[in-house]
């Protein structure tokens, strides 16, 4: 493995859309105590369906600790890859490398900065050690060269890209102080035209209530094609997420993509809000002396969080009646592939979804 | 990766000599602080001496702990892949998986039991959980599937293969109190012959003096084609080597390999005996109360440890005046590979050799 300290643009590799070919696709195994309730085991539950809906059209490396080697052995089927790689916690999406490709059918990861999605200012969790050395390990593991961008503070489900020439963001998060605050919003939107080698860079305004990722653009708003996106949406005008949805649909209506296309917004609706039970946070150790989760807390549930494996969609349901509605939608938007639910709660309840636990690796040559 | 229960004679896969072809070689990251002295600095650097030297002709993949990974990557050169494993000590060699081929040239691991060369009776430390997955997760790493021989204690280090139906194995090592004494020497033949898919064992009565893997093979006596072996020798009859040596020699001049052939003995001169130094000693720390080593205490030092990868011989030196002697009778048996010679004693005072901290991966289609 090389550590490149060039510019992805200057090397002729991009970030090719998720709804391109993949090799495969990179997850953790759950453990943290204070992040997956009663010792994670419906966590890992949840995250073994995920891994065997995803196996079924590809590739996936299970990364897990020495100490629970064994138990995602024995839980995983033996087409699954279960690799040794210390981690902080489970989110491949935001701690994984983000995989750039060239003409030739190249590929090369991004290492970018970690620090727990604010790092001392508001991150979640410290230290984040483990977490930043993932990317360029799981590079080394795929034998596959790395761009050094640890100076900017970035996650994978910060950014969602078209693969012609278009990245969407939100403002809540790549704005945040507990990025890069050092920069401005100019040098940021260099800084991702550069290594993700787009044209344009749109900003939505913000988020999914009370997404404690200073509101990730994989929770709300993600490409199902060039040109078109799905974006979490309710009608429910006294639901604080109501004024948030409208503000990045109205945003996504006056705005073009890079090759000038008007975006078709498809609304996808919310389930009904979701809150922490007292029983769940009773499951879950405190961390720094603080709980991490309190009783009544409103969850950051969408059906926009999830994952395009190449035969199919891997989609969170919540037991909720918008969970068929939901599915309809995405099979209409995703007429190739097959649209495959899994009960999301237990993921969701340690802080993101479908989309934030899984990384794609583009097909190479 | 697939985890076998049948035996590998019954599915067509034998294990292959070392100088076929490889697609690699594993090795370990030195660390343990009362194996390597010093903080195992000068150790690590003769391993990446052999992992460099070995790399000019094929693949090399080091494992190393989440401790250690940066001061790896850093060390070793970007062509070496470094990857992520807990393990114990740095003994690739023993811990590692067995590779068994067939003749449609796929491989597979086998993984035996490991108990740190003794167990409670008398290994070298304890515990060796860590070591003791490690072949099954490098079988995983490698995508290949792997026999589950872990009822049977066996380190790689105690086996050498001619490639055509022939091991070589010591009485002292594979009899010992501490592999599998519930079984009859007549048994673990037959383990052997089952596993490693060859018609012929012989038993070598001895190894090493002092060697403290109870006398492996590998340090003793080795296949450079078959028919044909190296083994350690010296002519000091005051030696107590002198009289293990020749009992090899005695029991090799009347056997007959698989195929019948007589076995022609090449004599390997041993170095000057090579103790260790009271610094040296210093530089350890203290195992379960007790010290690993004492001073003066004499090392198994024997040029038979070498590793043969695809263009050469990756052989150690002591410093000793035998060094270049020996030097020209591996020339001379391997007269397509090149010979590189590494300082070993930084090894060695690790309770190995260049051997011991390596294991090939066959070449498969």
Redesign the interface.
Known sequence: ???LHTIPREDGFFMPAEFEPHYGCLMIWPERADSWQYGAVAARRAFCEVAKAIAESEKVIMLVS?EQ??TA?EMLP?YI??????TDDSWARDCGPTFVKNKAGEIRGIDWGFNAWGGLYDGLYFPWD?DN?VA??VC??L?KDTYDARDFILEGGAIHSDGEGTVMVTESCLLSKGRNPELTKEEIEQKLKAYLNVEKVLWLPCGIYNDETNEHIDNICAFTAPGEVVLAWTDDTKDPQYEMSKRCFDYLMQETDAKGRKILVHKLPLPSPVYMTEEECEGLIHWDGEPTRTDGERLAASYVNFYIANKSIVMPFFGDEKDEEAKKILEQLFPMRKVVPVSARDILIGGGNIHCITQQIPLWK
């Open positions: 493995m090389k550590i020495f080697y064994d052995r033996e890859r279960v690799v040794e790689m210390s483990k050395k360029r390990k080394d593991l034998e």
